[in-house]
């Protein structure tokens, strides 16, 4: 019903930057939240950042002051700009939407993108 693709990781060294872009397609009637999730290596599935479709955002303390979540409305596209780039950041990131389809609502989520950076 509704595919997120997630495009732009790769690796970077420590201090570099990388955007983050995700798709969604589909039948898509509107899209309340759209956010950003990572998993590192033995580790639980974290919030990176979220954005309401009124532009409100939030997002981990971790990242906060260095990432920056957007979101273009007309193209179903969020975007999370990442600068000042730490190892610790390393993960594989993916993309979270709710959207509903005519009436039904539903959480769907993309394959992930991998994120690496070294030291």
């Known amino acids: 019903q509704v595919q997120l693709v997630e495009s732009g990781g790769g690796l970077v060294q420590a201090g570099g930057s990388l955007r983050l872009s995700c798709a969604a397609s589909?039948?898509?009637?509107?899209?309340?939240?759209m956010g950003w999730y990572r998993q590192a290596p033995g580790k639980q599935r974290e919030l990176v950042a979220t954005?309401?479709?009124?532009?409100?955002?939030n997002y981990a303390d971790s990242v906060k002051g260095r990432f920056t979540i957007s979101r273009d409305n007309a193209k179903n596209t969020a975007y999370l700009q990442m600068n000042s780039l730490k190892p610790e950041d390393t993960g594989v990131y993916y993309c979270?939407?709710?959207?509903?389809?005519?009436?039904?609502?539903?959480?769907?989520w993309g394959q992930g993108t991998q994120v690496t950076v070294s030291s």
């Open positions: 979270n939407a709710f959207a509903w389809t005519g009436v039904i609502g539903g959480d769907y």
């Open positions: 589909g039948s898509i009637f509107r899209i309340d939240v």
């Open positions: 954005i309401t479709s009124g532009g409100n955002s």
